[in-house]
């Protein structure tokens, strides 16, 4: 009867462990964020993704920043760079299988790591907003995350959404 529920409950932890967004933050300290209002995204701007994916993803971020106050316009106080790259992660886990022996206090050894399941896809998506007037970077945001190639258009829609989600919930950074 327990079985059932502790196979459960692994493939639970196994799908949500492989959904998560990792995220990594850099900006110029000295920015006054509250100086950025508008926006506009780089005119030769090369994301990497596919004109659907890139689509999804400039809607979702275009809803985010209107909600934090911002405004897409022709004369941005800032410009948004977007950049993606899609790689191979290593295998999710390793079984060791060990051999070893002693003769007169002289060891040896032998250790063979076996890979099981199949490798994972990630993404990285990068965002950087620089100065409009200046031409410098103010702020990065830089995610990482489970990505699936054969994934139906809602799943890539809602994956997109987390990863733009998690990488603006500290966005603009709070003064200290």
Sequence with gaps: MVRPYIFIATLLVLTVSCSSVR???????????????????????????????EKRLLRVLDSTLQSKGHLLSGEPDFLINIMSQEYQGGSQSNVGVGIGGTNRNVGGGLSIGIPVGNTSWERRIQFDFVDAQKNVLFWQGVSQSGFRENASPLVREEQLRKVVEKVFSKYPPKAK
């Design 23 to 53: 995220v990594n933050y850099d900006y110029d300290g000295a920015t006054d964020f509250s100086n950025y209002v508008t926006y506009d995204y780089f005119i030769d701007m090369e994301t990497g993704l596919s004109q659907l994916d």
